[in-house]
């Protein structure tokens, strides 16, 4: 589904953000990618839907060679991958129905499919109740769920999530991973950056680990901290 | 048709156009009296043509034949003119005629009563069916032995044109400079628009909208905005013609105003959407490529 070859990413203004990276991630699958504030992670996201073009190395997402992708075919990659941020990109005027809606409306979706897949979209994060009102009436984890059904309204099959629990109390974080965790399960492919170690430690997924733009380990049901989590398990 | 997708995008394009209510109106109003002029500009030319074109058609050369050519040696050149395919016709005025016109010209203000004899030769009026050879026919009539002297409104009518075309081009010139300018104040306030709209552009572009459907509304609003100028100096050109062309018209009596009024409107109409198009399509343009 998702496959970084060498990929090395350097900025125009000589900051390098990631080094000689491979990645493979499998269809279905759920993958964290920690490590500390600056380490590439958001980079590497970045790579995935094209908001960046590596500097080496290939990037494939979907079958669809990113690295090599023409300008127009751009919009086509980014209907297949939904996008959730730590300071959720609500639009202030609109309400939470008219956000979900604005993914699909302005992708040219047919008003009669609109108005089938919104209602859908929020029921999946449990937002139905709160359609006709505007963000700035929502808590943090409620705003982040109206992102989610954002990102997902369009059915893509890759849900990448960018310190979404960043900006978000325990509670509401947990309730936010449960929800990613549900969508995981329904098929969608998630890949969540994050510097949270109680939310990796508790789920046991991959974990992808980055420091200065390196993979430094990746373990299947790994922990924030490779044997930390263990030793952070023991009684006493 | 899909009246929800239709709405939803003038809606978009309606939050776009109040977002700098402020800049629009100083871009509506740059367009307005651009085309305020290019209308007053167009009306002047128009009625320089029509007159130009009607004193021309008018123009007549005026043939005196020489003291010792009489009436029947003149009648002779009558042939001579028939044969000249570029002469419309030729009136012989002998010379008792032409005191009696000169008197019905000039009216009271000619008195005969000093004249011991009659000074104007036989004479004949010429006219030319194509004005701009005037001055050849009347070169090659003045090469007849039988033929004096010729005469008409050359230089008068010449300076007119002249000035006329030495206007169209700077009213041309003064126009392009209008246009360049309410084009700029357009493509500045669009810009101010997807300053404010960057963050819907953001999402736009994140969930997969195409930049021309991201343009789209952008364009729409710079198109609006020179709609609206342009219906605006159509209001104040309308005003103005109602208002000023009858006093003209009485002041001036022998200029016919004369304005097709439709197509002037459609014109106007589509210099305003054509300036705010390109306008805001450069404009756009510029920040999706960033
Ligand atoms: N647009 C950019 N231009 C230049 N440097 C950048 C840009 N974005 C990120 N960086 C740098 O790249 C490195 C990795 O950043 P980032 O991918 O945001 O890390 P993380 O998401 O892990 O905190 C950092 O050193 C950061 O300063
Ligand atoms: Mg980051």
């Known amino acids: 589904m998702i496959s970084l070859r060498g990929v090395s990413l350097v900025y125009p203004n000589g900051t390098r953000a990631l080094y000689d990276v491979d990645l493979e991630i499998e269809k279905g699958s759920f993958v964290f990618l920690v ?14 839907y094209r908001e960046e073009l590596p500097s080496s190395g290939q990037v494939v997402v979907d079958d669809i060679r990113v690295d090599t992708l023409r300008r127009g075919r751009v919009p086509k990659l980014r209907r297949n ?20 809606a604005f993914a699909l409306q302005v992708t040219g979706t047919r008003t009669k499919d609109v108005m089938r897949m919104v209602p859908r979209s929020l029921d999946l994060v449990g937002l139905s109740h709160k359609a006709r009102v505007f963000p700035s009436e929502l808590s943090g984890g409620e705003q982040q769920r109206a992102a989610i059904a954002r990102a997902l309204v369009g059915n893509p099959k890759i849900l990448l999530c960018d310190e979404p629990t960043g900006n978000l ?33 508790r789920m046991r997924r991959r974990v992808v680990r980055l420091e200065h733009g390196r993979i430094l380990h990746d373990d299947e049901r790994g922990y924030y901290f490779r044997g930390l989590g263990q030793t952070a398990l023991l009684p006493g | 048709m899909d009246w929800g997708r239709l709405r939803f995008f003038l809606g978009e394009v309606f939050t776009n156009f109040t977002r700098n209510a402020g800049m629009q109106f100083t871009a509506i109003g740059t367009v307005a009296v651009t085309i305020v002029l290019l209308g007053a500009f167009l009306f002047v030319r128009d009625t320089i043509a029509t007159f130009g074109n009607g004193v021309l058609s008018q123009i007549e050369i005026a043939v005196y ?27 012989y005025v002998p ?18 009563s000093l004249l011991t004899a009659n000074p104007l030769p036989n004479a004949y009026h010429v006219r030319v069916k194509d004005p701009d050879l005037v001055p050849a026919v009347a070169r090659s ?22 000035a006329a075309t030495i206007l169209g081009r700077a009213g041309v010139a003064l126009i392009a400079l209008l246009s360049i300018s309410a084009a700029i104040v357009i493509a500045n306030t669009i810009r101010l628009t997807v300053f404010a709209r960057r963050r ?25 905005a020179g709609l609206l100028g342009a219906a605006l100096a159509i209001g104040v050109l309308t005003l103005a013609a109602y208002e000023v062309v009858p006093k003209l018209a009485s002041t001036l009596a022998f200029v016919t105003f ?16 054509a300036v705010g198009l390109i306008a805001s399509w450069f404009s756009v343009g510029r920040h999706l490529r960033a």
Not at chain 1, 36 to 41: D, E, L, R
Not at chain 2, 200 to 224: D, S
Not at chain 2, 262 to 272: I, K, M, Q, R
Request: proline residues 2%; aromatic residues 6%; glycine residues 6%.
């Open chain 1, 35 to 48: 490590g500390h504030s600056g380490t590439g992670k958001s980079s590497l996201l970045k790579l995935l």
């Open chain 1, 81 to 100: 991958i939904g996008v959730v941020f730590q300071d959720f990109k609500l639009l202030s005027h609109k309400t939470v129905w008219e956000n979900v």
């Open chain 1, 169 to 201: 109390d325990p509670s509401n974080t947990t309730e936010i991973m449960e929800l990613l965790q549900r969508i995981n399960i329904k098929g969608t492919t998630v890949v969540v950056a994050t510097h949270n170690q109680a939310v990796v430690d």
């Open chain 2, 65 to 91: 034949l020489k003291d010792d050519v009489d009436d029947a040696k003149a009648r002779g050149l009558a042939a001579t003119f028939a044969a000249d395919p570029r002469i419309a016709s030729a009136t």
């Open chain 2, 95 to 112: 010379r008792r005629d032409g005191l009696k016109r000169m008197k019905d010209v000039l009216g009271s203000d000619f008195d005969t």
């Open chain 2, 141 to 162: 009539i003045d090469r007849d032995p039988r033929v004096a002297k010729t005469d008409y409104a050359a230089d008068t009518v010449q300076k007119l044109l002249k």
């Open chain 2, 200 to 224: 819907e552009i953001a999402i736009m572009q994140l969930v997969g909208a195409t930049n021309m459907y991201i343009r789209l509304p952008f364009i729409a609003e710079g198109m609006l």
């Open chain 2, 258 to 273: 004369h304005v097709n009024t439709l197509t002037l409107c459609f014109e106007l109409l589509a210099v305003g959407a």
